[in-house]
């Protein structure tokens, strides 16, 4: 599994690559330094095989330069750091930021804020329930706001992007065995901190795909 490229204050561009549960070091990083031309795996973080899911894992680099991966694991999200550009992590831990086995969203922002998007409060262990955003001013230490994107149990896998006005978008699904509902909302970082989609630009839940069954 493969996700969207980040670009490190470097110039590399940097994916996850996951072998899920196939071998250890599973949570890889795989960076070009050409511009997407070539690509090496620079280094992997190992989830223990007890834990081991399916890893879903991204990184964030801290403005100290280091490397910040959270990963998907059976408890739910655990933590590493890599202070060598992702050759070698620390061992995976738990992060203590609560949540299902499920995936979760998170990156930086053009204002130097991480975003965060998961399941339900930062301290509370939800199901596939209450897709929520939170921003962060110190590299992932604490959390702010908590704008709630879409309540309804059945919705999940989160992934989003930054326009340069400024807006935030976030497509998930829901009931993606029965409606098969892929939505998109849109905000932005004051939309979080306030915890409340007040800016006119704002559109939570707009479905932009469903199921051929399903009701338009």
Known sequence: MMGKPKVLSTGEWCLPASTWRETDRSARLVVSTDRGETWTVRGGCNVPEDIRAFDEHLAAERR?????L?????????ESVSTDRGRTWGDLRPSGIAHPSDRFFVRRLDSGSLLLVKHGPLAERTGRSHLTAFLSDDDGRTWTGGLVLDERPGVSYPDGDQAPDGSIYIIYDHSRTSDREILLARFN???????DAVS???SPRRVVNAGPDADQ
């Open 70 to 78: 959270l990963a998907r694991t059976m408890y739910g999200i655990g």
């Open 200 to 202: 006119p630009d704002s």
């Open 189 to 195: 970082e004051e939309d979080v901190r306030r915890a």
């Open 64 to 68: 100290d330069g280091s490397l910040w």
